[in-house]
């Protein structure tokens, strides 16, 4: 089992910038391929990056040079990086963490983006 808290979420304006942070509590967090989704009303959850344990990151099209994901075993922590924010970043963001059958849910953390 791991548990996971988001945090860093707020009220920024376009072209602003966000960090957002996962801390996780369970399990071998180094074990684990985390990643970030991001969802808005009355829409399917959404992809935005990923980072394997060898840290390998991966992106959205959407979020590409703009976003940056990072991880540090030794605090079981995963970060998201967000800047030159658009008002289509506007979501709740949820930290996931990955091993084999095994998927785990944060409770999300609200972005938005508006002047």
């Known amino acids: 089992q791991v548990q996971l808290v988001e945090s860093g979420g707020g009220l920024v304006q376009p072209g602003g910038s966000l960090r957002l942070s996962c801390a996780a509590s369970?399990?071998?967090?180094?074990?684990?391929?985390m990643a970030w989704y991001h969802q808005v009303p009355g829409k399917q959850r959404e992809f935005v990056a990923t980072i394997t344990t060898a840290g390998i990151t991966i992106y959205a099209d959407s979020v590409k040079g703009r976003f940056t994901i990072s991880r540090d075993n030794a605090k079981s922590a995963v970060y998201l990086q967000m800047n030159s924010l658009k008002p289509e970043d506007t979501a709740v963001y949820y930290c996931?963490?990955?091993?084999?059958?095994?998927?785990?849910w944060g409770q999300g953390t609200q972005v938005t983006v508006s002047s």
């Open positions: 996931n963490a990955k091993l084999y059958s095994e998927s785990y």
């Open positions: 369970g399990s071998i967090f180094s074990r684990y391929v």
